[in-house]
């Protein structure tokens, strides 16, 4: 799952929060007693480019007006992590799309997420022989925001923020690792002391544990300790996450029961070498079989395998 699945993920988990965060002037013409339909599948047949191209990260919320009747808006926001040539032309082409589909008023929010500090497009111009169009719609620049805001917000959508701006900096090399690492447990604690819905709290820890991906394997283990330990959870499966998708962006996932039985098919000779060293490693520092093989759910004869190939000890299970 990429990042701008991520945000993707969590608009929807966290919509009044969202709404509350873009839109607090206008709240009060929502009628949020009714719920709130996100009409992705629309989205979608409406910009199959975005799908092509392996990016589909808007989203469409249909949202009721206070008053009576069947009142309606749309509300478009998309999340831009990098520089994209004509951009305004192509939030104009969205735009018209969505009108000429829905007749309905739109809004648009383009929320930046990329380490360029002035990239920031938010109006598409066009003019010829007298006919004129201008399509502007309000931005969201994260690097631009005060990081001590954010921290001492009570608006819970204000920690996506903030773990994205550290994320941000981290690819900026403005912040180190460890430094990171710290303040992202920081603000787990700080959320999981706060008394609100354990539902909501729960999902926005499990975006920041995933946003933030740490390039030093000691780092990424001492976070899940720390996630572990806030949590209060006693077994290491909290780790699982992140080696899981490891895993599976080196492509052991798909097929790797059948890869392990059959010898080890050509192609994924590369990624198994990787399973290897983490299984070994995890070993080392103390992980049952059992709980090895739980964390890349596998049975515990495809991780004795590893174990044999290696000539590894399995010792005490």
């Known amino acids: 799952m990429t990042n701008d699945e991520l945000w993707k993920g969590i608009i929807e988990d966290l919509d009044i929060e969202f709404l509350t965060k873009f839109f607090p002037n206008d709240l009060h013409f929502f009628d949020l007693t009714k719920p709130i339909i996100f009409l992705d ?12 191209s392996g990016r589909n990260i808007d989203k469409l919320l249909q949202i009721s007006l206070k008053g009576g009747g069947k009142r309606l808006i749309l509300i478009h926001p998309e999340v831009q992590g990098y520089r994209h040539e004509n951009y305004e032309e192509r939030e104009f082409i969205y735009y018209y799309r969505l009108f000429d589909r829905f007749k309905l008023p739109i809004a648009t929010l383009v929320i930046f997420t990329d380490i360029d500090p002035n990239y920031e497009p938010n109006c598409y111009y066009f003019n010829f022989m007298g006919t004129e169009v201008q399509y502007k719609y309000p931005t969201y620049k994260v690097l631009k925001q005060s990081p001590k805001t954010l921290a001492n917000s009570e608006n819970l959508f204000d920690a996506v923020i903030l773990a994205t701006y550290w994320a941000i ?58 996630y572990q330990q806030l949590l209060k959870i006693d077994s290491p499966m909290g780790v699982d996450e992140i080696l899981r998708r490891q895993a599976k962006e080196e492509g052991m996932a798909i097929g790797l029961e059948e890869g392990m039985e ?14 290897r060293i983490a299984i070994v490693n995890l070993r080392g520092k103390g992980f049952s079989l059992e709980e090895i ?10 991780v004795s395998v590893f174990f044999k190939e290696l000539d590894v000890d399995l010792g005490n299970r």
């Open 262 to 275: 059959k010898g080890m098919e050509k192609g994924m000779e590369k990624g198994l070498e990787k399973l």
């Open 293 to 302: 093989a739980d964390i890349f759910a596998l049975r515990k004869e495809q």
């Open 41 to 52: 599948k629309e989205l979608s047949q409406l910009m199959p480019e975005s799908e092509d």
């Open 169 to 226: 900096k981290l690819k900026r090399k403005e912040l180190t690792e460890e430094t990171v690492l710290d303040l992202k447990t920081d603000l787990m604690r700080r959320l999981l002391e706060k008394n609100v819905d354990k539902t909501r709290i729960r999902k926005l820890l499990r975006f920041i544990k995933a946003y933030i991906r740490f390039a030093k394997p000691e780092i990424n283990l001492k976070f899940e300790q720390n």
